[in-house]
């Protein structure tokens, strides 16, 4: 895939995606949550508190969001660092309150880590440590410096060291570890949703290719009625302008145009009419298809069928799915691009199943990967290294993810290995020594006799001009 499609992903920063109108109603419940426990805790347990300043700190809130309400629109989104100067607002606002009530004496002071996990959710790792670490710092102040909180008869309620420090500790790992384990979840969740969108279109893509031929068949059929409509008035035009050979030969020259129409028309109807009944087709066409475009880009690319054990000797027919094509092609563009000088792709069926396997004499896959190989959020190789071993490719890394994932579409299951791997079991031919891929379908999922195979829309018929 070219930088166009990269572009769809790229520089679109998560924390664009969140409206501000989620915040201010966030703010909102937090503000009345904030006014519910000041009343409740003066109104019925009779703490003792500096309600001026604590009205004026939750009167901060307020003023912010009336603001924001009053300055930008419902609909608007906020950028990285709008969205970090919000978190962070909402977060010294709560370590003010919580410092007028108690400190961490107060059972509310668990609610720090709520900007952490909001930032750790739709912002980057550098605003999330910033934000953690804003936090971490506003805790350990709050340990040692709050105003004391006191009953109506005079009582300071304060809890021992010990529980102090239990409280200090448990809010710090709180902070530190829900906000690496939201932040790592929400990447995750980030590059799976990408990579699927990434995979529609590859696979859109083909289906288009695929189903192009039957569109060229109906404008080559549609077209052949005004084209001999004007190849014939053109004749009879040449006929009746004997005395006018200016005009005559402007005539011929309409004529030897609809002619060359015609045949051009000719041609694409024959492709298409072919592509519309060609829904199926054998295994090695298939694969061929597949391979094409990579066959030329100084490898070679060695293809061997046949059956397998207790298999008949006719090769089957399969389904032209666009998931098989688009997933087989992937896999055999990442054994050119990684190769120094040959790919193998061997198929071989039996009564029960259908396996390509594609193999090539390159380094392989980095041992420690062969695992997660096909997820979308591995980190891909170093650009100097990709430039060096596929300069003419630029892509988003997501090559295996895509085939993977339409293979599997399809009803494939795959298996990767290093030829080098003595351990392995997926070939045993010693020259073959770098990535390996098999690729396995229970025969009765793609097989044309079997499998469910579409009907042609109908006939095109032959142009006549």
């Not at 909102?28 to 519910?36: D, F, L, R, Y």
């Not at 009419?273 to 990579?294: F, G």
């Not at 087989?328 to 054994?335: E, S, T, V």
């Amino acid at each position: 895939m070219k930088n166009s499609n990269i572009s769809l992903w790229r520089g679109q920063e998560r924390s664009s995606w969140i409206r501000l109108r989620t915040l201010i109603l966030l703010r909102w419940v937090a503000i009345i949550g904030q006014i519910t426990a000041i009343t409740v805790a003066q109104q019925t347990y009779h703490v003792q508190l500096e309600l001026g300043l604590c009205y004026m700190a939750i009167g901060v809130s307020v003023l912010g969001n009336l603001t924001a309400i009053l300055l930008f629109p419902q609909n608007k989104r906020l950028s990285e660092f709008e969205n970090f100067l919000m978190v962070l607002f909402d977060l010294l606002q709560l370590a003010f309150l919580l410092y007028l009530t108690g400190g961490l004496n107060n059972p509310f002071a668990l609610l720090l880590v709520g900007p952490v996990t909001i930032s750790a959710n739709v912002m980057s790792t550098r605003s999330t440590m910033i934000v953690g670490g804003v936090a971490v710092v506003l805790t350990t102040l709050l340990a040692q410096f709050h105003l004391p909180l006191h009953t109506d008869l005079g009582l300071v309620l304060d809890i021992p060291d010990i529980l102090l420090f239990g409280n200090w500790a448990a809010i710090v790992i709180a902070i530190v570890f829900l906000g690496a384990y939201s932040h790592r979840v929400s990447s995750e969740v980030q590059s799976m949703s990408e990579a699927l969108a990434a995979t529609h279109m590859a696979l859109a893509r083909e289906q288009k290719l695929t189903d192009l031929g039957g569109v060229v068949a109906a404008a080559a059929h549609e077209l052949g009625t005004p084209l001999a409509t004007i190849k014939l008035t053109s004749s009879e035009l040449i006929e009746e302008l004997d005395d006018r050979p200016d005009l005559k030969e402007d005539a011929a020259l309409i004529r030897e145009q609809a002619n060359r129409c015609r045949d051009i028309l000719r041609d694409m109807g024959r492709a298409g009419k072919d592509d519309l009944h060609l829904r199926q087709a054998p295994l090695s066409a298939v694969i061929h298809e597949a391979a094409e475009p990579h066959i030329h880009r100084g490898k070679h690319v060695h293809f061997e069928e046949g059956p397998g054990q207790g298999g008949d000797v006719q090769q089957p027919s399969i389904l032209r799915k666009p998931e098989i094509i688009h997933g087989l092609r992937n896999l055999i563009q990442n054994g050119v691009d990684f190769a120094r000088a040959n790919v193998w792709v061997d198929a071989e069926w039996t009564d029960s199943w259908i396996t390509v396997s594609i193999m090539d004499d390159g380094r392989g896959y980095p041992s420690q990967m062969i695992g997660r190989i096909g997820d979308p959020f591995m980190r891909r190789r170093r650009a100097e290294n990709d430039q060096r071993t596929r300069p003419e490719y630029e892509g988003m890394g997501l090559g295996l993810f895509i085939a993977k994932t339409l293979l599997e579409r399809s009803g494939a299951e795959l298996k990767f290995a290093n030829g080098s791997d003595p351990y392995q079991t997926l070939t045993d031919q010693p020259d073959r020594r770098g990535a390996i891929v098999k690729v396995i379908w229970p025969r009765n999922l793609i097989d044309a006799q079997t499998g469910d195979t579409p009907v042609p829309s109908g006939v095109n018929q032959q142009i006549k001009i």
